[in-house]
C-alpha cells in the first residue's frame, strides 16, 4: 500500500509499504528519518519516541497505516530550520547527557513534550514524565540535569520574550 | 526501499571539534551534535542500495541433536536469495575468544537456548523471518546440563562438550579452574587464631547487559573477494581475527569500520552477527545487514556469569580478619567465551580490598547447556564483592563493630599485598573513601506528612501512603582491575597527524578503539590538544586500517589507547620541534607547543605552528604497552597478574515497603579514586551509569533460566532501572596519581558496578532484618512467601 503523511512538515509517501509494517520501520529504512531507535519494539524502552498529531506515541506500535494523513514529528524535527540545535537537544549536549546516545531521540521527545505542556516540572514530574524511556548508559543523572537546564532556560527564553 | 534516499554511511565520516580544552577540562562530545540530531549513524541504520536482510534459525532447545536441516522451503520463498547452514561455511567452523569452542552455526547438535543453526537473506526483515519459520530441523531432544550438581558429574549426566570435540577442552564439564593460596592457607593452626567465624552461601542470578542499541551491521562483499563491515562492536581487530578463518579469506581482505554503538558493557565482546552478515554476503554477492530484534539479542550475546558462592571468614575479638575460606562456582553456559579470564579476575579479587593473611580459594567456570556467559562490566569481580561484602556485614554484627569501622580496619593500602602476592605500588584509598561516602550528608528522613507519595517504594503504582516503609542504610566497597592481566601482552595504537586546515594547525587523531559511549574520542580530542598546542582535533572513524587498539573492555581505554595517542602526540610534537631546530638552529631545550605556536619557556613564542609546518603534515603513529603482567600460578595463584587497581565505596539508603516487599532507593552515594579526571564530567557520568547497573543487579535484573530455557527475553520481562527507580547518585571523586599510567589516571567505568550492589542489599537488610543471601533481591524475598 502507499501511505502518505507529513514528516516534520514535509509531505512524504511510501510505497509498497506492507500491512504489519511499523511507522518505526517506514520512518527509518522508507522515507530517511533513521533518528527514531529501535531497541525493543514492544512500547518498552521509549527510543522510537515521535510526535503524531502533537502527542509523544512509540513509533514502533503504531501501524503505518494509522498515519495516514496526520503529522509526525521526530527528532530530526527538532533541529531549527536553520540547521540551530532547539532548545532541548542543546541542553541534553551541554549537561553530559549523552553518552551512547541510543535512547537519546527518544528522551529529547519526550522532554519536548513534557516542557510544552510543564515549563517548570518537579523533579518527580520529570521522573513520572520520562519513564518509559531506558537510558542504560547515564544513570539519568546528567539526563535530569539536562532537563532542569532545559527548562530554565526555556522559562528565561520565555521571560526575554515578554 | 526504493524512497529511501540516504544512505547511513555517509555519517562515517571524519568529525572535526574545537575547543579550548585540554585534559582536566569537559569539552562537549564531538559525536554529541550528531546524536542529538538523529543523524549519527549507529551500526542499525547503515543502509546500502540494494542490500538484504539477514535472519538466523535459532534453536528452541537447550540440549539436543540435530537429526537433519531441510531448507528447501526456505529457499523457494519468493524474496529469499539465500539459506545457508554449517555445511556452506567455507573455512574453519568454529571460533572463540580464548577457546575456538563455538561453531558459527551449530553442527550436528545444538548446546544452549537460541544457538544459531541456519541463515536466510531476503529483501525485507519480514520475508527473512517468514522463511526462517520455514526451515524444518528434525531434533533429537535431550535432558540439559544446568546445574553444579550435574555439570560436575559427567558419567551420569554427560559432557556438554564431549572431551574429543576439541584440543584446550579441560576436565569433564569444568572449563576452567583458578586456585589460590596465601600465607598459610587455611589449616586447623590458623583456624584456632580465630575468636569469630563467619560462613555464608550466596547466589548471584545471571544479569544481562542490556545495551539499547541491538547488535547489528552491514557486511559489504567487495571487488576483491574481501568483505567488507560495518560493524557495532568492542574490539574490531578481534572480531577480524575469529571472522578471517571461518570466512576462508586472509586477515586483510576483512576490513571492519567501527558503525555508531549503542552501548556495549561487555555485551559486544564476542561475535554476533558479524560471521553471519559476512557470509550470506559472500554467498549472495549483495550487501546484507542484520539487526536483532530485542529476543535475539537476549539470545545472541553472552550475559554475567551468575554465581553460587560460599565464604567462611575468621577474625579476632578486636576485628582483625584472620582468614578466608572462599569457593566461586561460575556458570560458563555452553560456550567458553572470556570464561577463563572471568575465572582468573574473580579468583584474585575475590577477597576485596582488605588485608587477609591467610587464604584459601578456589574459582572455577563450568561448561552447562544454559546460555553462555563472558564479559560485563566488572567482570568477575561483581559477583564476589556481593559475597565478600555481605560477609564484613555479618561478621560486624558478630562482633558487635560498625561495618564500616570493621571494613576500614582491614582496608588494604599503598605498599599492601593482594593474595595473589602482588605488591600495590600505587594509592589505594580504601578507608578513605570509605570515610567520605559515610561522611556525605544524608537524604532528609522521611516526611510522611509532606511526601509526594510518587517518591515512595511502588511510586506511580499508588500502593501505599507510608504505611509499612522502613528506611534502611548500607556500606560496600570493591576492588577491580584495569586492563587485560595475566600475562596477556595488553596493547594499543594511535596514528595522530599534524597539518595546517584553513590556516590553523589541526591535529587529526586515528586509532581503532570502538566508542561505546563511555567518550574515548572526546577524551582523545583533549590529548591531542594538550600535547599538541592546538584547539582543532579531528577524529577519524575507527578502523582495521590502523593497528589494533585492544578492547574497549576492562576500564582500560583511556589508559591504553589515550596513552597511545599521548605517545603519537608526543612524538608529533618532537618532530615538529626538530624541524624547527634544523630550520632555526634553536639550540634551547625547553620548547613547548602552546597556543598553536612553538614557545621556550625562559623566551616565549618562537614560530607560530603554521609557518613552521607550511604545507607538510607530520603522520606518527604509535604504539603503547602497559608493564609487562604474569600468569597466575595455576596451583597458589601467585604472580604479578594486574597492572593495576581501582576502587571505589558507596553508601546506599532505601526505603523498603515490608508489606509488599518493594524496594525504593532514596539515594545512591559512590566515592571513587580515579587517579586523575582526564575529563571530569564523563567520569562522574560513567560511575552514576556503573552505579544504576549495580543497582539493576541488586533488586531487578535477572535472566531467568529454567531447564536451559530463557523465560524473559524481552524488555517485558527483564527489567532494568528506570529514571524513577535510579535516585540522585552523588559522587565524591578523589584524585591521587598512579606513578605507572599515563597522566596518572586510573581506569573509572567498571568500579562502580563492582562495589555499589552490596551497599543497596545491606541497605535493604538493615531495614527488614532478613538475610537477603541472593541477588537481585525480589519482593517475595522480603515478604518470606517465596
Redesign the interface.
Given at each position: 500500500m502507499r501511505v502518505t503523511f507529513t514528516a516534520n512538515g514535509k509531505p512524504v509517501?511510501?510505497?509498497?509499504v506492507?500491512e504489519?509494517?511499523s511507522l518505526l520501520y517506514v520512518l527509518?529504512?522508507?522515507?530517511?528519518?533513521?533518528?527514531?531507535?529501535?531497541?525493543?519494539?514492544?512500547g518498552?524502552?521509549g527510543?522510537c519516541t515521535v510526535y503524531l498529531d502533537g502527542t509523544p506515541v512509540c513509533s514502533c506500535l503504531v501501524a503505518a497505516g494509522q498515519v495516514q494523513d496526520r503529522e509526525v514529528r521526530?527528532?530530526?524535527g527538532?533541529?531549527e530550520e536553520s540547521g540551530e540545535?532547539g532548545l532541548v537537544?542543546?541542553s541534553?549536549?551541554?549537561a553530559?547527557a549523552?553518552?551512547?546516545?541510543?535512547?537519546?531521540?527518544g528522551l529529547?521527545v519526550q522532554t519536548d513534550a513534557l516542557l510544552e505542556r510543564s515549563p517548570q516540572p518537579?523533579d518527580?514530574d520529570?521522573?513520572?514524565a520520562?519513564?518509559?524511556?531506558?537510558?542504560?548508559?547515564?544513570?539519568?543523572?546528567?539526563?535530569?540535569d539536562a532537563v532542569r537546564l532545559a527548562s530554565a532556560r526555556k522559562c528565561q527564553k520565555a521571560g526575554a520574550a515578554e | 526501499?526504493?524512497?529511501?534516499?540516504?544512505q547511513?554511511q555517509k555519517n562515517l565520516q571524519d568529525i572535526t571539534t574545537g575547543s579550548k580544552d585540554g585534559i582536566g577540562g569537559?569539552p562537549?562530545?564531538p559525536?554529541?551534535?550528531l546524536?542529538?540530531?538523529?543523524?549519527?549513524?549507529?551500526s542499525?541504520?547503515m543502509?546500502h542500495e540494494d542490500m538484504l536482510w539477514g535472519m538466523a534459525l535459532r534453536s528452541p532447545h537447550p540440549r539436543a541433536n540435530i537429526l537433519s536441516v531441510d531448507i528447501s522451503e526456505a529457499l523457494r520463498t519468493p524474496g529469499v536469495y539465500a539459506v545457508l547452514t554449517h555445511e556452506d561455511i567455507p573455512g574453519t567452523k568454529f571460533y572463540g575468544l580464548e577457546i575456538q569452542d563455538q561453531p558459527a552455526l551449530a553442527i550436528d547438535k545444538v548446546r544452549y537456548h537460541g544457538e544459531a543453526i541456519a541463515l536466510v537473506a531476503a529483501d525485507?526483515p519480514?520475508t527473512a523471518r517468514r522463511a526462517v519459520k520455514k526451515i524444518k530441523v528434525e531434533y533429537e531432544v535431550l535432558t540439559p546440563i544446568t546445574t553444579e550438581e550435574q555439570a560436575l558429574n559427567p558419567e551420569v549426566h554427560g559432557y556438554v562438550h564431549e572431551p574429543h570435540e576439541y584440543k584446550s577442552h579441560g576436565s569433564g564439564n569444568i572449563c576452567h579452574s583458578q586456585r589460590l593460596v596465601f600465607g598459610q592457607g587455611v589449616t586447623d593452626e590458623v583456624k584456632a587464631l580465630a575468636d569469630v567465624v563467619v560462613k555464608g552461601e550466596y547466589e548471584v542470578g545471571m544479569q544481562d547487559q542490556?545495551?539499547?542499541?541491538?547488535e547489528s551491521g552491514l557486511a559489504v562483499p567487495a571487488e576483491d573477494g574481501g568483505i567488507d563491515l560495518y560493524v557495532a562492536t568492542q574490539w574490531l581487530h578481534v572480531d577480524r581475527q575469529q571472522m578471517a578463518p571461518v570466512l576462508g579469506l586472509p586477515e586483510e581482505k576483512v576490513r571492519l569500520t567501527l558503525a555508531?554503538?549503542?552501548?556495549?558493557?561487555g555485551g559486544r565482546e564476542d561475535l554476533s552477527m558479524q560471521i553471519h552478515a559476512s557470509l550470506l554476503a559472500q554467498r549472495t554477492g549483495k550487501p546484507v545487514k542484520i539487526?536483532y530484534?530485542?529476543d535475539e539479542s537476549f539470545f545472541g550475546h553472552v550475559h554475567r556469569h551468575p554465581a553460587k558462592m560460599s565464604y567462611e571468614h575468621g577474625a579476632t575479638r578486636d576485628g582483625k580478619l584472620v582468614y578466608s575460606d572462599v569457593r566461586l562456582v561460575l556458570d560458563g553456559g555452553a560456550y567458553a567465551s572470556a570464561s577463563p579470564a572471568v575465572v582468573g579476575n574473580a579468583a584474585s579479587l575475590g577477597n576485596g580490598p582488605y588485608n587477609i593473611p591467610n587464604v584459601r580459594m578456589e574459582a572455577i567456570a563450568l561448561y552447562t547447556n544454559n546460555p553462555s556467559c563472558g564479559a560485563m562490566r566488572g567482570f568477575g569481580a561483581v559477583q564476589a564483592c556481593f559475597g565478600y561484602e555481605t560477609q564484613m556485614d555479618r561478621l560486624a554484627a558478630e562482633l558487635g563493630m560498625d561495618p564500616v569501622e570493621l571494613r576500614q580496619l582491614n582496608a588494604m593500602s599503598e605498599g599492601d599485598r593482594l593474595p595473589t602476592g602482588q605488591q600495590i605500588d600505587s594509592p589505594a584509598p580504601v578507608a578513605e573513601l570509605l570515610r567520605r561516602v559515610k561522611d556525605m550528608p544524608l537524604p532528609p528522613p522521611l516526611d510522611l506528612a509532606n511526601l509526594?507519595i510518587?517518591?515512595l517504594p511502588g511510586a506511580?503504582s499508588n500502593t501505599s501512603h507510608g504505611e509499612g516503609i522502613v528506611r534502611g542504610i548500607g556500606y560496600s566497597v570493591g576492588i577491580k582491575n584495569v586492563g587485560f592481566s595475566e600475562g596477556f601482552d595488553d596493547y594499543s595504537t594511535a596514528r595522530v597527524r599534524l597539518e595546517v586546515i584553513g590556516g590553523e594547525p589541526v591535529a587529526m587523531v586515528h586509532t581503532a578503539m570502538a566508542e561505546?559511549?563511555?567518550?574515548g574520542i572526546t577524551v582523545h580530542a583533549q590529548i591531542a590538544r594538550t600535547e599538541l598546542g592546538v584547539e582543532q582535533v579531528t577524529i577519524h572513524p575507527a578502523n582495521t586500517e590502523v593497528g589494533s587498539a585492544g578492547s574497549t573492555s576492562a576500564s582500560r581505554q583511556t589508559y591504553m589507547t589515550g596513552g597511545a595517542v599521548k605517545l603519537a602526540a608526543e612524538a608529533v610534537k618532537q618532530a615538529l620541534i626538530e624541524k624547527g631546530r634544523k630550520r632555526y638552529g634553536w639550540t634551547q631545550t625547553d620548547l613547548d607547543l602552546v597556543g598553536g605556536k612553538v614557545v621556550s619557556a625562559a623566551q616565549g613564542s618562537l614560530v607560530s605552528m603554521v609557518d613552521l609546518l607550511g604545507d607538510e603534515a607530520i603522520d606518527l603513529t604509535r604504539e603503547h604497552h602497559h608493564r609487562p603482567t604474569e600468569a597466575f600460578d595455576k596451583v597458589t595463584g601467585q604472580g604479578f597478574g594486574h597492572v593495576q587497581y581501582t576502587f571505589c565505596a558507596n553508601r546506599a539508603v532505601v526505603d523498603v515497603d515490608v508489606e509488599l516487599g518493594l524496594v525504593k532507593v532514596v539515594e545512591l552515594t559512590a566515592a571513587q579514586d580515579v587517579g586523575k579526571a582526564l575529563n571530569p564530567?564523563?567520569v562522574?557520568?560513567q560511575i552514576?551509569?556503573?552505579?544504576?547497573?549495580a543497582l539493576g543487579l541488586a533488586v531487578m535484573e535477572e535472566i531467568i533460566v529454567k531447564d536451559g530455557k530463557v523465560r524473559n527475553a524481552?524488555?517485558?520481562d527483564y527489567l532494568?532501572p528506570?529514571?524513577?527507580d535510579?535516585p540522585?547518585?552523588p559522587v565524591d571523586v578523589l584524585e591521587l596519581p598512579d606513578p605507572n599510567a599515563p597522566y596518572g589516571l586510573r581506569g573509572v567505568g567498571e568500579a562502580p558496578t563492582v562495589s555499589a550492589t552490596p551497599s543497596i542489599v545491606a541497605a535493604i537488610r538493615q531495614a527488614t532484618g532478613i538475610a537477603l543471601n541472593r541477588i537481585p533481591v525480589r519482593p517475595e524475598h522480603i515478604t518470606g512467601t517465596l
Open positions: 509517501e511510501a510505497d509498497d506492507w504489519g509494517e527509518r529504512e522508507r522515507v530517511g528519518l533513521p533518528g527514531s531507535k529501535n531497541a525493543c519494539e514492544q518498552e524502552c527510543s521526530t527528532v530530526e527538532l533541529t540545535l537537544q542543546q541534553f549536549i551541554d553530559g549523552v553518552q551512547c546516545g541510543f535512547c537519546t531521540p529529547l518537579s518527580t520529570i521522573r513520572e520520562l519513564s518509559g524511556n531506558l537510558c542504560r548508559c547515564t544513570g539519568y543523572e546528567k539526563i535530569m | 526501499m526504493s524512497t529511501r534516499t540516504i547511513g569537559s562537549l562530545r559525536d554529541g551534535t546524536k542529538v540530531k538523529g543523524e549519527f549513524a549507529y542499525s541504520d543502509w525485507h519480514e542490556a545495551f539499547l542499541g541491538p555508531g554503538v549503542g552501548g556495549a558493557f539487526v530484534a530485542r509526594d510518587r517518591e506511580l561505546v559511549g563511555q567518550g564530567l564523563s562522574v557520568g552514576q551509569g556503573g552505579c544504576t547497573q524481552s524488555f517485558t532494568i528506570t529514571i524513577l535510579v540522585p547518585i
